[in-house]
C-alpha cells in the first residue's frame, strides 16, 4: 500500500446520496481477486449506456455524457466529493479497489458506511469526513470554479484550497492515521513482527518436533 502524507488534486463532484457498493462497481465484475484492473468500470451503469460486462472493451462502449466523471473538465480527478452515506449497501472490498485504480487517493463525505470505510483505510483510499456545510461549500466551488484543486494534508489533518484561502480540519484515528502515513496495510502490519513470529516458530518446532 502507498503512504499517504501530502496529496494536491483535482476535484469531482458527485451530487448524489446514498451512493451504494453496487453502483460504485457492479456485481458482475466481483469475479476477480486481484486489487487492480477494476477502475475502467468504476461507476458502470452511470458512466455508459449500455450494460458492462467483464472483458468488454471499454474503449468502444458508448458513454453518458450527463455523468460528472465524462466530462472534460474532471478527467484526472483525484479527490472525490461526495454525499452523506457514501459506501453503503454490500460490503464488498472492490468498492475501494475500484475506485483507487480509477485514481482516485481521497474522498470527501458527510458521512460513510462503517464498512466502507473501514476498507477505504486498508487499501489506501482516505475517506475524510466534513461537516454537511462544509462539503456544501465545496460542491459549489468544486461546479463553480474549472480546474478546483484540493490539498489534503495527512499529517496535520486539513483540506485546504490550492491558494491557502480555505481550511478544513478533519479527523481521523490515530493507528489509522499511522498506517496511512506509512502504507502499512493488514499484511505489512503483520510483517513488522516478523522476527518474534520466526523466532516462536522456531521455538515450538524445537519443542515439539513431532508437529
Known sequence: MQPFRIHTGLVAPLDRANVDTDAIIPKQFLKSIKRSGFGPNLFDEWRYLDRGEPGMDNSTRPRNPNFVLNEDRYQGASILLARRNFGCGSSREHAPWALYDYGFRAVIAPSYADIFNNNCYKNGLLPIVLPESQVDRLFA???????????????????????GGTVYAFEVESFRKHCMLNGFDDISLTLQHAPAITAFETKRLADNPWL
Open 141 to 163: 466551488e468544486a461546479l463553480a470554479f474549472p480546474g478546483f484543486k484540493l490539498i489534503v494534508d495527512l499529517e496535520r489533518q486539513i483540506v485546504s484550497t490550492t491558494d
